[in-house]
């Protein structure tokens, strides 16, 4: 059985395919087309598909669009309508921000939902010219299943369906889908039941992005400059924000308005950050953290697991994961790398292989209702806010497939690197033993492009399309900030093998000791912090990436082998782009972003290219 997952309704376009359970290629939309995010999450954009990425989906697994059985679009656009249409029919003034519809929150919001509701006619009709011969042979309706799946719930199935873990409580947090902002769920012996959830207006995601767009930065995009900001900060108006934020004892919250305004005045874009500013982000962060623990803590007791999966964009917080993790209300914390709407088409694609795998609705359903009452929760809590509109439990296919790393891109071989180069007419150099090459560059203090194997999903680089550096020197920091065109506040990441990072970073134990899609913040061991200065934040603290053999030989090789030549195997990792692009995804991506950046060395598989 094929399934292909579409994210499209808000930003992070993407695609997903899955095979009998098994994720063959994820991708968004913004790798090929180098329109960072895809798009922005306007109404007037929802119509666009990710066709680029689906294009790539469907090559990695030699499949056209008719050859697929299911697709899967991670929102729903009946339970966004609900309530607010009669009949099938939509009224759009000329000027609708003029004249604003009865029953919609937003002016624009008819037309958004029939955008949405036309995505089968869309994939069916829609694609570029030049992808056009993958899509052929389909109609709207088919030859495959279109299924419009709930938002949060693909979120939901993005986390527990791609997690280590055979049973787990599930939490997602997010700014909003068609009408939830935060969900919470049960997975257990194949069986996943709905907990709850909280509904707009009340969300913490979209609070963060309320901060983050008065602190001058792009909302749904910049959120993690605020994360990286509040370590500069003191949280001294935590108690007016929290006055305003209040967590009920059953999974519940509100937020009231808040006039940001009456504590900072807003900043203009590009302005100085002065002081106010980052006693703003601290603050804020202080609140994300302390009502995640309330929530967290309420969805222990009420699940009775001991292991936590999450989802949603909020969820892509690091140093809130790290209180989650730290916390001791769970014994282990896994986070889906592609957190963020991206990782809905993953979920998408997962819920429905998982769910029309386990056999025909009526037997699933049939098989839910008697399991329910052994599923249940020992004990007797109430249900977050109110039950999910999909609350009968559904009995899915279990997998043995877990989401052991994020590597589901497109990947490029030496013979298509060495036909480019020799078509540009660079000058490049072959080697056997890429690593140990890589590993001299940056012990010189070069700061390298590194461009190996399949791209990653998610917004993370985690060493198939990095821009690595020495850790050991602490203006490094300020070299990559200026070489990216990014604030002088941002910190980078470290990498370090796995078997490594309890000699540098500590709580080394937590999460089994891995920290693979760099969504955790660690302490860096004192007396270890003067030898990585640029690694560390300014609270010492650092976002981990924690890299094995198996998911990343040449990576992994390439720490061992700067560790061999320097005592230290550790190395600061951020994406290869700069401000305002992608990441790169082709070798030509690579080409553009070296020849046009202050970067030293550019490493594609086996090839090294140097500049001077």
Not at 92 to 110: E, K, M, T, V, Y
Request: charged content about 20%; hydrophobic content about 45%.
């Amino acid at each position: 059985m094929i399934t292909l997952g579409i994210n499209a309704a808000f930003h992070d376009s993407s695609a997903a395919l899955v095979r009998d359970g098994q994720l063959i290629a994820a991708a968004e939309e913004e790798r090929f087309t180098r329109i960072k995010h895809g798009k922005r999450p306007l109404p007037f954009t929802a119509w666009e598909l990710p066709y680029h990425a689906i294009d790539y989906c469907l090559a990695e697994a030699g499949l056209t669009l008719a050859q697929v059985d299911h697709v899967a679009y991670s929102y729903d656009p009946q339970r966004f309508i609900r309530g607010r249409l009669e009949g099938d029919s939509i009224t759009l003034p000329l000027q609708p921000s003029a004249q604003p519809a009865p029953g919609w929150d937003n002016p624009w919001d008819p037309l958004f939902a029939a955008y949405v509701s036309n995505a089968p006619r869309q994939l069916a009709d829609g694609a570029p010219h030049h992808l056009k011969k993958r899509f052929k042979g389909c109609r709207w309706d088919g030859p495959f299943q279109w299924h419009f799946i709930d938002h949060h719930l693909c979120h939901q199935a993005s986390a527990f369906l791609a997690a280590p873990f055979e049973r787990c409580a599930v939490m997602t947090l997010d700014g909003r889908g068609e009408d939830a902002t935060t969900a919470y769920g049960l997975w257990a012996d194949g069986l996943y039941r709905p907990l709850g959830e909280v509904d707009m207006p009340h969300s913490l995601g979209l609070l963060y992005e309320r901060v983050t767009s008065h602190l001058g930065f792009l909302h749904s995009s910049d959120e993690y400059k605020v994360m990286a900001l509040a370590a500069l900060g003191k949280p001294r108006f935590a108690q007016a924000l929290q006055l305003q934020v209040r967590v009920f004892p059953d999974g519940r919250y509100e937020i009231e308005r808040i006039d940001l305004g009456a504590l900072v005045p807003p900043r203009e874009r590009g302005a100085a950050l002065e002081q106010p500013h980052l006693d703003l982000a601290a603050s804020l962060q202080q609140v994300l953290e302390r009502s995640a623990l309330q929530l967290a803590g309420w969805l222990r007791e009420a699940s009775g697991e001991p292991l936590l999966a999450m989802a949603g964009g909020v969820a892509l917080n690091c140093v809130m994961n790290a209180r989650l993790r730290d916390a001791g209300l769970f014994d282990q914390v896994w986070v889906q790398p592609a957190a963020g709407d991206a990782g809905t088409a993953l979920g998408a694609a997962l819920w429905v292989d998982a769910r029309e795998g386990a056999g025909a609705a009526a037997v699933v359903n049939a098989v839910a209702a008697a399991a329910q009452d052994a599923a249940a929760p020992a004990r007797d809590v109430a249900l977050a806010s109110r039950a999910a509109p999909n609350a009968v439990p559904t009995v899915l296919r279990r997998s043995d497939w877990a989401m052991e790393h994020a590597y589901w891109g497109p990947g490029y071989g030496d013979d298509e690197i060495a036909q480019l180069l020799k078509w540009a007419k660079l000058t490049y150099r072959r080697v056997d033993d890429v690593a140990a090459e890589a590993a001299q560059l940056l012990a010189q203090d070069l700061v390298i492009g590194w461009f190996q194997g399949r791209m990653e999903f998610g917004p993370r680089a985690l060493g198939a399309r990095s821009i690595l550096a020495s850790p050991l020197h602490a203006q490094m920091q300020a070299r990559i900030n200026e070489l990216k065109d990014r604030e002088d506040f941002r910190p980078v990441a470290p990498a370090v093998p796995e078997e490594d990072l309890g000699d540098w970073f500590t709580p080394a134990q937590a999460n089994g000791g891995q920290a693979r899609f760099m969504l955790f913040i660690y302490d860096v061991i004192k007396r270890q912090a003067p030898r990585i200065p640029a690694a560390c934040h300014a609270d010492l603290t650092a976002r981990v990436q924690t890299v094995t053999a198996e998911a990343s030989p040449r990576y992994h090789a390439l720490l061992k082998a700067f560790g061999a030549l320097t005592g230290v195997p550790v190395l600061i990792n951020t994406s290869f782009n700069v401000r305002g692009e992608p990441v790169v995804c082709t070798p030509k991506d690579a080409l553009d972003a070296f020849f046009s950046t202050p970067l030293d060395a550019l490493v594609m598989g086996n090839f090294i290219l140097r500049k001077g």
